[in-house]
């Protein structure tokens, strides 16, 4: 497995153009905590926003029939915005690329740059299907890439921490070819098998793939301090 981390930026400054009305009235987009494209087309995510309660409103309540349901909870200097809508084409696309060859996004995917117009992605999945979503994104909006990396998810204490359901909806995804490239099967094949609702489906595999990453990734700066640590000092060449 491969890991990759890189930066997209829209051509025409903006990803949505509900996104745009909220930037106008003042609202600054932090990060995204998580993505899911439903069935239907429509989106739910959860994003880290900064700005006035009023003007969130105000901006989503004119974007008309794009926006289903939304819900604001405040934190400690943020809000966080949790959104149904019907994205644009260009999102739609983009979610589109990473959904067919299967890769998966590491959580959370930061703003930055100027007026946080570029979003930061981190992904791992294999070396193929990593390059055939690079490709196929370079189509659509500039991206820079900043880090290449392996990535070994061979540690079984990752999935000491599932529980047993998502042990078990974790394997009947990998045996049904959820995990392969392209990808065999959808949510309702899954749940056909495990007798749930797609959604169930859905948020049991984000659940475990948010656990299995974190684990993962803090467990390899683990190994990593320490291959530091042993790494004897410099030789001195014989001349």
Same mark, same amino acid.
């Given at each position: 497995?491969?890991?990759?981390?890189?930066?997209?930026?829209?051509?025409?400054?903006?990803?949505?153009?509900?996104?745009?009305?909220?930037?106008?009235?003042?609202?600054?987009?932090?990060?995204?905590?998580?993505?899911?494209?439903?069935?239907?087309?429509?989106?739910?995510?959860?994003?880290?926003?900064?700005?006035?309660?009023?003007?969130?409103?105000?901006?989503?309540?004119?974007?008309?029939?794009?926006?289903?349901?939304?819900?604001?909870?405040?934190?400690?200097?943020?809000?966080?915005?949790?959104?149904?809508?019907?994205?644009?084409?260009?999102?739609?696309?983009?979610?589109?690329?990473?959904?067919?060859?299967?890769?998966?996004?590491?959580?959370?995917?930061?703003?930055?740059?100027?007026?946080?117009?570029?979003?930061?992605?981190?992904?791992?999945?294999? @070396?193929? *299907?990593?390059?055939?979503?690079? $490709?196929?994104? !370079?189509?659509?909006?500039? +991206?820079? &890439? #900043?880090?290449?990396?392996?990535?070994?998810?061979?540690? @079984?204490? *990752?999935?000491?921490?599932?529980? $047993?359901?998502? !042990?078990?909806?974790?394997? +009947?995804? &990998? #045996?049904?070819?959820?995990?392969?490239?392209?990808?065999?099967?959808?949510?309702?094949?899954?749940?056909?098998?495990?007798?749930?609702?797609?959604?169930? +489906?859905?948020?049991?595999?984000?659940?475990?793939?948010?656990?299995?990453?974190?684990?993962?990734?803090?467990?390899n700066e683990r190994c990593s301090e320490t291959d530091r640590d042993?790494?004897?000092?410099?030789?001195?060449?014989?001349?």
């Amino acid at each position: 497995m491969r890991s990759v981390t890189y930066t997209l930026t829209p051509t025409r400054g903006y990803f949505d153009r509900g996104a745009e009305r909220l930037r106008e009235r003042g609202v600054t987009f932090e990060s995204i905590l998580d993505i899911d494209r439903l069935e239907d087309g429509t989106i739910i995510t959860q994003k880290v926003v900064r700005g006035d309660r009023t003007a969130v409103r105000e901006a989503l309540e004119e974007t008309g029939e794009a926006v289903v349901d939304y819900q604001l909870t405040d934190t400690d200097r943020t809000t966080i915005l949790q959104l149904h809508y019907r994205p644009s084409e260009l999102v739609d696309e983009l979610l589109g690329i990473h959904h067919r060859h299967a890769v998966l996004l590491d959580y959370p995917l930061a703003y930055i740059g100027p007026e946080n117009r570029s979003l930061r992605v981190a992904e791992i999945g294999r @070396e193929t *299907a990593l390059r055939r979503v690079l $490709e196929e994104t !370079r189509a659509l909006v500039d +991206v820079e &890439i #900043e880090r290449l990396g392996n990535y070994d998810p061979s540690e @079984e204490r *990752a999935f000491a921490d599932l529980t $047993e359901r998502q !042990r078990e909806v974790l394997r +009947v995804a &990998i #045996e049904e070819g959820y995990y392969e490239e392209p990808r065999q099967v959808t949510y309702e094949d899954i749940a056909g098998r495990l007798d749930c609702s797609t959604g169930t +489906v859905g948020q049991h595999l984000r659940r475990i793939e948010a656990r299995l990453m974190s684990t993962l990734v803090a467990g390899n700066e683990r190994c990593s301090e320490t291959d530091r640590d042993r790494d004897p000092a410099p030789s001195r060449s014989v001349r």
